[in-house]
């Protein structure tokens, strides 16, 4: 085949250290399946024929051919492609390069020229049509160039086909046009699905498993991604929600408030979480349903330790469970931020432990500037009240209650007084 010709021959002009790495990696017959030539970054696609039947990644693809395709560029220059379609004819005799500002990059890699074009000595003339349109919609300089960095591919993006009209897409769906930068630098690559036979149908079909429609400029707001997940895997997500417990009107909720669930693996955290929380005696429908973005975390890394820092402090494990299950977002917070130093506060406000269990809630609020406060301002009248009722309220709430406490407190000390008399 041309490609395996191909790929002996560029093996033969080079030296046999890189040879040998090119086989090393290369044993086996390859199946050439789709040549893209035309398209910059997708060079080849290869299947290995080996004993592991392991289809090769596109790292591994790249990094490998990369250096090859590198010398036939320095020999052949920006005719390589040239050469490799009429190979094994002679090269065609080389031509003008063409401006910078072109609809293709050099065959091995988008990035050097993609981030060529925004780091001109005068940007805002020579940048191309793409990122003045971005400068348009308010993103920076700055975050144009960390954007072309992390995706290449942005930049060859049609602004009048594909980034203008998804732009005024969410703009006609109520996504504020301060949220447009956010969104594209979060997610450039949904630049380049049809708006007709991608995007649009997906949002179809999001609404027919719950999502509010009302809500889609908010939903895409916090996860552009979510327009970008094939239907099997939005589906997979859906099924274990079921398999969990959850009602078709919760796992709705869950996809408006939180669709960012739909991007995490089902492998590595949703289903491992679930039987953590189980071992705990925890429903995990409740936690996914208050507080999805604990499925997020990883078990070993954060999960565990959250649950040893209160074992070691002789919470039963049952009590870890009680606690996590009034207080959902408690396996959210930071050990060493919030935990911690809120714990060592406690034992000082004269509270036991079974408070703690009763109100959990207590981690959730500032110490600096809640808890602190308002045990200050109670000890100070010389009352005593019990911890939600501390610090649950709003402070108008919180100061209605204290001056009601202090006319019971001083009409039950008359009356003590009058007694005595």
Known sequence: MLWFRFLKMAMKTLSGTCSSDLLSLFRGVFCIIRPRLASPGKVFFCCRISSSRRELTTPEIRDTLNPYLQSLVEEHGNFMVDFVKNFPSAPIQKKPALPV???HSSLYSKKPEAVSFVSAPSPAADLCP????????????????????????????SLEG??????????????????????????????????????IPSMIYLEDLGVDKKQWAKVICRSPDLLCHSRQKVQAIVNFLHESGLSGDSIGNILTKFPAIVGYSLEDNLRPTAKYFKQLGVNAAIILCRSPVTFGHSIEGHLKPVTNFFLEREFSVEEVGTMVSRYTGLYTLSLTENLIPKWEFFPTMGYSRPELVKFPQYFSYSLEQRIKPRFALVKGLGMKMVLSSMLAPSQCNFEKVLIRNRKNLLADKGSSHTEDK
């Open 162 to 199: 594909k980034i203008k009209p998804l732009v005024e897409f969410l703009l006609d769906l109520g996504v504020p046009k301060s949220c447009i930068p956010t969104i594209l630098s979060r997610r450039p690559s949904l630049c380049g699905h049809s708006l007709s036979k991608k995007i």
């Open 101 to 103: 500002c072109r609809s």
């Open 130 to 157: 793409q990122f003045l349109y971005l400068l348009e919609l308010g993103m920076d300089l700055e975050k144009i160039k960390l954007l072309t960095r992390r995706y290449p591919n942005f930049s060859y993006y």
